[in-house]
């Protein structure tokens, strides 16, 4: 039998890193990664013949659980019309119906096939529509890897930003403007120096790319104050949030209406998907009924869009505040066994995703999830992973619990938790 080790190293010789997206990899937690021969609702089944419950969850799509029926079935359906068209087609019109129904900023809305695809479309849009060329996002909040996006501060200049990679110029970062999540001070200083510049801010309206961290009251309802006084755009970022923390996404949940929205992950049922939309006016800059820039040969994917059709449908019946209760006392158990061990932990969540941070202090911005204590995580990572609980494979990362997970997968993974040594 080909096993994971196996297949890793066969990988490495003709796929960098062996992975085609570098968490995978679970460098940060100094092991290798298991690859997956199938999954199935919560479970994941590896190349070595091991069962784990599953709270990746392909980083969060699968909020029904793997191999959905529902979705099965549409998929089934629409691959016997064949897989692509490069032409309009129904389903396009289904799933966007479905979105602007649902969230109450999106009027208009346009397929991409992933969720950087959508975020960097939106600035570009943003940019266009206001004429303006900076962009606020926060430390720690991801938005994709489009260039502009891939700043964090720079040593010495405090906001403004530097490249996070080599091969981003720094002068297409230069309009790239940050701020630490939820500090509107710090916001409003850079609109009070910069405002007439910027033509939108971006942010994950819960964050979840360092690990989750909750909006604070009145920051979400500042950011939309600000930028309306100063005539830019407020972009949500609900590539996770979408259809997660409530149906109706964050601005649902929070009643703050943003002026676009950027989706994927669940939108697409576990295939390759994007989109951004928002109010009629500022979308209908977007060619060809606008002057702004954005194509896609495979965007409105019939595949794609069937799968996210039966997602959103399955998921309206769904009771999301069920699945919040026992996402609670995953999140509060696991928090509870690890404390009687004698470590320093906080558990942020909301909904169906949480994270827990090795500190003892609470986690409100990237500066203090930095504080998590990464050597107590790994121990925790590879301790459960050996007990068939698989986790992300980084602390700063949100685990997904999901409508598949039984009370038992849950009683389970306390039982791991329990038996972990520090
Ligand atoms: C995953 C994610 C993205 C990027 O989506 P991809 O489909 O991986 O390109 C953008 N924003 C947020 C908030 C995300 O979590």
């Given at each position: 039998m080909t096993n994971s080790k196996?297949?890793?190293?066969?990988?490495?010789?003709?796929?960098?890193?062996?992975?085609?997206?570098?968490?995978?990899?679970?460098?940060?937690?100094?092991?290798?990664?298991?690859?997956?021969?199938?999954?199935?609702?919560?479970?994941?089944?590896?190349?070595?013949?091991?069962?784990?419950?599953d709270y990746v969850m392909s980083w969060g799509p699968m909020l029904l659980g793997h191999n959905h029926p529902a979705v099965n079935k549409a998929l089934h359906?629409?691959?016997?019309?064949?897989?692509?068209?490069?032409a309009p087609c129904k389903a396009e019109i289904d799933l966007a119906r479905a979105i602007v129904d649902a969230l109450p900023g999106v009027e208009m809305v346009r397929m991409v096939n992933s969720g950087t695809e959508a975020t960097m479309s939106a600035l570009r849009l943003a940019r266009g529509y206001t004429g303006r060329n900076k962009v606020v996002k926060f430390h720690g909040c991801y938005h994709g890897h489009a260039d502009a996006f891939l700043a964090s501060a720079g040593s010495g200049v405090a906001t403004l930003s530097i490249p996070g990679t080599p091969g981003v110029p720094e002068e297409t970062v230069k309009h790239t403007l940050l701020a630490?999540?939820?500090?509107?001070?710090?916001?409003?200083?850079?609109?009070a120096r910069y405002g007439e510049d910027i033509a939108a801010?971006?942010?994950?309206?819960?964050?979840?790319?360092?690990?989750?961290?909750?909006?604070?009251?009145?920051?979400?309802?500042?950011?939309?104050?600000?930028?309306?006084?100063?005539?830019a755009l407020l972009v949500f970022d609900e590539v996770i949030t979408g259809f997660r923390v409530s149906f109706n996404g964050a601005q649902g949940l929070y009643g703050v209406i943003p002026d676009l929205t950027c989706l994927g992950k669940i939108i697409g049922?576990?295939?390759?998907?994007g989109a951004y939309g928002g109010k009629k006016e500022i979308m209908s800059r977007i060619a060809p009924c606008g002057d702004v820039y954005q194509a896609g040969t495979l965007s409105g994917n019939p595949l794609a869009m069937a799968a996210g059709l039966a997602t959103i449908n399955t998921l309206k019946s769904m009771d999301y505040e069920l699945l919040a209760q026992k996402t609670k006392e995953l999140a509060l158990g696991l928090k509870d066994i690890l404390s009687e061990?004698?470590?320093?932990?906080?558990?942020?969540?909301?909904?169906?995703?949480?994270?827990?941070?090795?500190?003892?202090?609470?986690?409100?911005?990237?500066?203090?999830?930095?504080?998590?204590?990464?050597?107590?995580?790994?121990?925790?990572?590879?301790q459960m992973r050996e007990q068939g609980i698989y986790l992300a494979p980084s602390g700063f990362e949100c685990a997904f619990n999901s409508f598949a997970h039984t009370e038992e997968d849950l009683e389970k993974t306390l039982d791991a938790a329990n038996r972990i040594k520090f």
């Amino acid at each position: 039998m080909t096993n994971s080790k196996e297949l890793f190293a066969l990988a490495q010789e003709i796929i960098p890193g062996g992975v085609n997206s570098p968490v995978r990899a679970c460098k940060s937690v100094k092991t290798d990664p298991l690859f997956i021969a199938k999954a199935d609702g919560a479970y994941v089944y590896t190349e070595d013949g091991q069962k784990y419950i599953d709270y990746v969850m392909s980083w969060g799509p699968m909020l029904l659980g793997h191999n959905h029926p529902a979705v099965n079935k549409a998929l089934h359906e629409a691959v016997d019309k064949g897989t692509s068209y490069g032409a309009p087609c129904k389903a396009e019109i289904d799933l966007a119906r479905a979105i602007v129904d649902a969230l109450p900023g999106v009027e208009m809305v346009r397929m991409v096939n992933s969720g950087t695809e959508a975020t960097m479309s939106a600035l570009r849009l943003a940019r266009g529509y206001t004429g303006r060329n900076k962009v606020v996002k926060f430390h720690g909040c991801y938005h994709g890897h489009a260039d502009a996006f891939l700043a964090s501060a720079g040593s010495g200049v405090a906001t403004l930003s530097i490249p996070g990679t080599p091969g981003v110029p720094e002068e297409t970062v230069k309009h790239t403007l940050l701020a630490e999540y939820n500090n509107l001070d710090e916001v409003k200083e850079l609109f009070a120096r910069y405002g007439e510049d910027i033509a939108a801010v971006f942010v994950e309206p819960v964050a979840g790319n360092m690990g989750v961290v909750l909006p604070e009251e009145g920051f979400l309802q500042g950011l939309r104050q600000i930028t309306s006084e100063y005539g830019a755009l407020l972009v949500f970022d609900e590539v996770i949030t979408g259809f997660r923390v409530s149906f109706n996404g964050a601005q649902g949940l929070y009643g703050v209406i943003p002026d676009l929205t950027c989706l994927g992950k669940i939108i697409g049922g576990g295939l390759p998907v994007g989109a951004y939309g928002g109010k009629k006016e500022i979308m209908s800059r977007i060619a060809p009924c606008g002057d702004v820039y954005q194509a896609g040969t495979l965007s409105g994917n019939p595949l794609a869009m069937a799968a996210g059709l039966a997602t959103i449908n399955t998921l309206k019946s769904m009771d999301y505040e069920l699945l919040a209760q026992k996402t609670k006392e995953l999140a509060l158990g696991l928090k509870d066994i690890l404390s009687e061990k004698g470590v320093p932990v906080q558990v942020n969540l909301t909904a169906s995703m949480f994270t827990l941070f090795f500190t003892s202090e609470p986690v409100k911005d990237f500066t203090s999830a930095q504080k998590s204590d990464q050597e107590l995580f790994i121990k925790f990572y590879n301790q459960m992973r050996e007990q068939g609980i698989y986790l992300a494979p980084s602390g700063f990362e949100c685990a997904f619990n999901s409508f598949a997970h039984t009370e038992e997968d849950l009683e389970k993974t306390l039982d791991a938790a329990n038996r972990i040594k520090f």
